[in-house]
């Protein structure tokens, strides 16, 4: 009698290789990556929308006439573009070129005083050595917890008092000096230049003056930059000290002109949009100018 042998089985195994599990892994993760990645644009798409809508819609209404504010929506493109509010904030009426001076002549002398005190209050607290250095320090950083319009009455009783009320003075004296902000930014950054270098800079004979000048400021360029620029936007969008002061028209600033255009019976709007974007302007273009420095004065921060 002759044994039967079962036959081998045709079926091939289905056992996954360990290569193909790999590629569906490599597969998965892929997949998984691109989706979070559109997830990513997407939430930074409708974050640049939101931030970026009220200033289209600004630019939009300055483009409008008054006709075509009041008739159709916000949203509407203009039709047609008009420039007829910005030639009419420089006509006789309102004459926006006082505002514009004015407000250029305060952030020029604000920010060459402020840049110019802050470096040298911070060199001295980050590298020179005097009795009481770190107490008179951080007794100045304590002002920042002081809100800024708790300081208004003061002030003006002193500008009323010395007579400087409606003047150039009476704008630009009690800013004349650095914050405590500036300087403690300042501070911090001048500390990190390695001390072998200040003693090499000794050794060659550099004063204090000559080691502020060839070292200090030349390492520290992008966060000089990132302050000039906070500075001037600071001092360029100032509403409440300039109100306070100076309610002359011969006086307004860029921010108080843009307010009195608002009337109690009419808003001016695409007037007033017309004056928001002329002087949003400069920033933008002083933003796109230094754009390089603040991104290098972030990175410079981080390593350090």
């Not at 819609?57 to 509407?76: D, E, G, I, N």
């Not at 409440?240 to 108080?256: D, I, Q, S």
Request: proline share 7%; charged share 10%.
């Amino acid at each position: 009698m002759t044994s039967a042998t079962p036959a081998a089985s045709a079926t091939p195994s289905t056992t996954p290789t360990p290569t193909s599990a790999r590629s569906r892994r490599s597969g998965s993760a892929a997949g998984a990556r691109r989706v979070a990645d559109a997830l990513t644009y997407l939430f930074l798409g409708a974050g640049a929308l939101l931030v970026l809508g009220p200033f289209l819609l600004a630019v939009m209404t300055s483009l409008k006439t008054a006709h075509q504010f009041r008739t159709t929506s916000p949203l509407t493109l203009p039709a047609p573009f008009t420039l007829e509010n910005f030639t009419a904030l420089f006509g006789e009426r309102y004459d926006f070129v006082v505002p514009l001076a004015v407000t250029a002549q305060v952030v020029v002398v604000l920010v060459v005083t402020q840049l110019v005190s802050s470096v040298l209050a911070a060199y001295a607290f980050a590298v020179l050595d005097f009795p009481g250095r770190d107490a008179l320090f951080w007794v100045y950083v304590s002002c920042l917890m002081i809100p800024a319009v708790v300081t208004i009455i003061p002030l003006y009783s002193m500008v009323a008092t010395l007579g400087w009320r409606n003047t150039f003075a009476g704008l630009v004296v009690p800013f004349l000096f650095a914050g405590p902000y500036a300087i403690f930014l300042l501070r911090e950054n001048f500390k990190m230049v390695p001390q072998e270098i200040l003693d090499a800079a000794t050794l060659d004979g550099a004063g204090p003056v000559r080691t502020l000048t060839r070292i200090m400021l030349p390492m520290n360029v992008p966060i000089l930059t990132t302050l000039l620029l906070v500075t001037v936007v600071s001092q360029w969008n100032n509403f409440l000290w300039p109100l306070v002061a100076a309610p002359k028209p011969e006086w307004h600033v860029m921010t108080v002109a843009t307010v009195s255009l608002q009337t109690q019976y009419e808003g001016n709007w695409t007037l007033v949009m017309a004056a928001s974007v002329l002087a949003l302007a400069p920033l933008i273009v002083l933003f796109l100018v230094f754009q390089r420095r603040i991104t290098a004065a972030i990175g410079v921060t981080g390593v350090r």
